[in-house]
């Protein structure tokens, strides 16, 4: 077995990118093993999918935590909810302090000379799903000289032979082009670009796939490591299911990027499915998964059902269909 490498990038944030990345990365985990890696010095993913840990870990009971999926009168169970959510975000946080002062975060990759064994690094979240968190002094790797730096996750990834033990290995870069952006792409196969549909997003295409051409796929590192990255396309995200103004900007974005093919580089398709707009989401559950069950929240479920099948067809992982 060898491991599906992805980057999730965009160089704009706001577009659901981390969303999308780990809600993918739990759905793939049904199946197969998965792990994520949180290089955004944010580290979003990493605050998720440690409180989505301590739920799983039956610390808090589904209906303690969300009462309102379960409860019609949502004003009685409001206080109860934040309640139960800030317990839930005070004792991962504590766990993650503890994981960064002992110095079993993503950090330790791009400090070679201290870095910990792969064992202590790596957390795990649930049967199939794993997780290196992030670190937001990850942001001081980006001062100074780093050209040693581009090789090191690549590098560990296969001296620590995870490209054998995981199925899938998930990225999620920073919302900007740096070191952490170039290693993480330097050690995939496949980058997906989450993107709202916007005039500002498709910049923000544009200027990645030349940042990529110019910085990465010309450089002689990469020719000389005979190493292949593939584009696997623009999911677009936060979408209103269809709406004039969406499909015709969509038809402006798609014109002014095939206007300006970047040399060395596939033309950027477009995924069919798309995530919808839930402005409630990020407030009611951590995880899509929490409300698989529920009706109301249907539309996003299947969204990111589709979205993985999609994505699995695009790889040619025939296990998945």
Not at 51 to 60: F, G, I, T, V, W
Not at 226 to 253: D, F
Request: glycine share 4%.
């Amino acid at each position: 077995m060898t491991a599906k490498v992805i980057s999730f990038i965009n160089m704009k944030g706001g577009v659901g990118k981390t969303s999308l990345s780990i809600n993918i990365a739990d759905k793939l985990s049904e199946r197969h093993s998965v792990l994520v890696i949180d290089v955004d010095p944010q580290f979003n993913a990493t605050q998720s999918l440690l409180m989505y840990r301590s739920l799983l870990a039956k610390e808090y009971q589904q209906d303690e935590l969300f009462p309102a999926l379960s409860n019609e009168n949502e004003s009685d169970s409001a206080n109860q909810e934040s309640h139960a959510r800030l317990k839930l975000e005070d004792e991962s946080s504590e766990f993650f302090t503890k994981l960064s002062d002992n110095g079993r975060t993503v950090l330790q990759i791009f400090q070679p000379s201290t870095m910990n064994r792969h064992a202590d690094i790596i957390q795990h979240i649930s049967e199939n799903l794993h997780l290196i968190p992030g670190d937001l002094n990850l942001a001081s790797t980006v001062s100074g000289d780093t050209s040693d730096k581009i090789e090191v996750l690549d590098k560990y990834l296969k001296d620590e032979k995870l490209n054998e033990s995981y199925a899938y290995i998930i990225i999620d870069c920073p919302p900007t082009w740096s070191i952490l952006t170039h290693a993480s792409l330097f050690a995939s196969q496949y980058y997906v670009i989450p993107s709202r549909i916007d005039f500002y997003s498709s910049l923000g295409i544009e200027l990645l796939q030349k940042k990529i051409n110019l910085t990465l796929l010309s450089s002689m590192l990469y020719t000389k490591g005979l190493k292949h990255l593939r584009n696997l396309g623009i999911i677009y995200t936060m979408t209103h299911g269809g709406q004039v103004y969406e499909v015709n900007r969509k038809k402006k974005i798609k014109e002014s990027l095939l206007s300006k093919k970047i040399d060395h580089l596939e033309d950027v398709s477009v995924f069919d499915s798309e995530l919808p707009n839930v402005p409630s989401a990020a407030v009611k559950f951590i995880m899509y998964s929490n409300v698989s069950s529920d009706n109301r929240y249907s539309n996003l479920t299947n969204s990111i059902d589709r979205i993985t099948k999609e994505l699995s067809e695009k790889i040619g992982n025939e296990e998945d269909l």
